[in-house]
C-alpha cells in the first residue's frame, strides 16, 4: 500500500532497470483473480454454525466491531471470517481509509512495469501456502493476530508518514524500531510470518547468484529487518550486502 503520488524510489528504478527478471513472495503475473477468491473462501471463512463472536468471545468481539464500525462497514460482514482474515480486512480498509491504495504498492507497480517491458516475474511462494501460514496458525494466535492488528491500526494512523519516510530513506534502524513490536509483543504469531519464511526463501535467493541474470527481489519490508531477516541471514552465509 502507498499513495498513488508516492513515486518510487530513484534506487528501485534502478534495480529495476537492470534486471532481466523479477523475484516476489508470489508471482503476481500470474495471479488469477478467481483461484485467489477461491483460496481465499477455503482458508479464510469459519465452518458453518460458526461465527467470528463466538471464537472471539464478547469484549474482544465489541472491540473489533467497534474498529469495523470507525473503518465504515458494518461487524456483520467479519462474521464468517476467521480471525486472521478478519484481521488482514481490517488493516487493508483501514489503509485505504488513510488515502493508501493497493494497486499502488511497489509489487503491483513493478508488476504492471514488467508485464509491458516483457520482464519475467517468479514467486518464492505461492497465494496457497502465503495464505496457509496464517490459516495455521492456532485459534488462540488467530486471535492474537486480530486484536495487535486492531491495536496497530491506531499507532499506523500515527506512525505512517514516518515509517514510509524511514522506507523512502532506507533509514533501517527507524524501520527496525517501528516495526518490531509485533514481532518482540507476540513472536509466536510472527515467527512463522517472518523468521520462518526468510530462511525457507535464502537457498532460492542464493540460487540466483549463480545465474548470468541480474535479478530483482522484492519482499515486504518486514522481512529485511530485525533479527534473522533475508539480509542478515545472507550476509552470515558470507554474502556481502550494499544498500543502494
Same mark, same amino acid.
Given at each position: 500500500?502507498?499513495?498513488?503520488?508516492?513515486?518510487?524510489?530513484?534506487?528501485?528504478?534502478?534495480?529495476?532497470?537492470?534486471?532481466?527478471?523479477?523475484?516476489?513472495?508470489?508471482?503476481?503475473?500470474?495471479?488469477?483473480?478467481?483461484?485467489?477468491?477461491?483460496?481465499?473462501?477455503?482458508?479464510?471463512?469459519?465452518?458453518?454454525?460458526?461465527?467470528?463472536?463466538?471464537?472471539?468471545?464478547?469484549?474482544?468481539?465489541?472491540?473489533?466491531?467497534?474498529?469495523?464500525?470507525?473503518?465504515?462497514?458494518?461487524?456483520?460482514?467479519?462474521?464468517?471470517?476467521?480471525?486472521?482474515?478478519?484481521?488482514?480486512?481490517?488493516?487493508?480498509?483501514?489503509?485505504?481509509?488513510?488515502?493508501?491504495?493497493?494497486? =499502488?504498492?511497489? $509489487? &503491483?507497480?513493478?508488476?504492471?512495469? *514488467?508485464?509491458? @517491458?516483457?520482464? /519475467?516475474? !517468479?514467486? +518464492?511462494? =505461492?497465494?496457497? $501456502? &502465503?495464505?496457509?501460514?496464517?490459516? *495455521?496458525?492456532? @485459534?488462540?494466535? /488467530?486471535? !492474537?493476530? +486480530?486484536?495487535?492488528?486492531? $491495536?496497530?491500526?491506531?499507532?499506523?494512523?500515527?506512525?505512517? @508518514?514516518?515509517?514510509?519516510?524511514?522506507?523512502?530513506?532506507?533509514?533501517? $534502524?527507524?524501520?527496525?524500531?517501528?516495526?518490531?513490536?509485533?514481532?518482540?509483543?507476540?513472536?509466536?504469531?510472527?515467527?512463522?510470518?517472518?523468521?520462518?519464511?526468510?530462511?525457507?526463501?535464502?537457498?532460492?535467493?542464493?540460487?540466483?547468484?549463480?545465474?548470468?541474470?541480474?535479478?530483482?527481489?522484492?519482499?515486504?519490508?518486514?522481512?529485511?529487518?530485525?533479527?534473522?531477516?533475508?539480509?542478515?541471514?545472507?550476509?552470515?552465509?558470507?554474502?556481502?550486502?550494499?544498500?543502494?
Amino acid at each position: 500500500f502507498l499513495s498513488p503520488a508516492e513515486k518510487l524510489p530513484a534506487a528501485i528504478d534502478a534495480a529495476y532497470e537492470d534486471a532481466e527478471a523479477l523475484v516476489m513472495e508470489i508471482d503476481m503475473d500470474d495471479l488469477d483473480p478467481l483461484e485467489m477468491q477461491k483460496v481465499a473462501l477455503e482458508l479464510g471463512v469459519l465452518p458453518a454454525g460458526e461465527t467470528l463472536q463466538k471464537h472471539l468471545g464478547d469484549d474482544a468481539y465489541a472491540t473489533v466491531a467497534q474498529k469495523a464500525r470507525e473503518i465504515g462497514i458494518e461487524p456483520a460482514m467479519l462474521d464468517r471470517f476467521r480471525p486472521w482474515f478478519a484481521a488482514l480486512t481490517l488493516v487493508q480498509l483501514h489503509l485505504m481509509k488513510m488515502g493508501l491504495d493497493p494497486n =499502488s504498492g511497489v $509489487e &503491483q507497480r513493478l508488476a504492471v512495469r *514488467a508485464a509491458s @517491458d516483457g520482464k /519475467q516475474i !517468479e514467486g +518464492l511462494e =505461492s497465494l496457497r $501456502e &502465503q495464505l496457509g501460514i496464517l490459516a *495455521a496458525l492456532p @485459534d488462540a494466535q /488467530q486471535r !492474537e493476530f +486480530l486484536m495487535y492488528s486492531v $491495536e496497530d491500526t491506531e499507532r499506523a494512523t500515527r506512525e505512517i @508518514d514516518t515509517m514510509i519516510k524511514a522506507w523512502r530513506s532506507g533509514d533501517v $534502524e527507524a524501520l527496525d524500531r517501528l516495526l518490531a513490536e509485533g514481532m518482540e509483543k507476540y513472536p509466536k504469531v510472527y515467527r512463522p510470518l517472518t523468521v520462518d519464511r526468510n530462511r525457507k526463501w535464502i537457498a532460492n535467493i542464493e540460487r540466483l547468484l549463480d545465474d548470468q541474470d541480474d535479478y530483482l527481489v522484492v519482499v515486504g519490508t518486514l522481512h529485511l529487518v530485525g533479527d534473522d531477516s533475508v539480509i542478515e541471514l545472507l550476509e552470515k552465509n558470507g554474502h556481502r550486502i550494499k544498500q543502494h
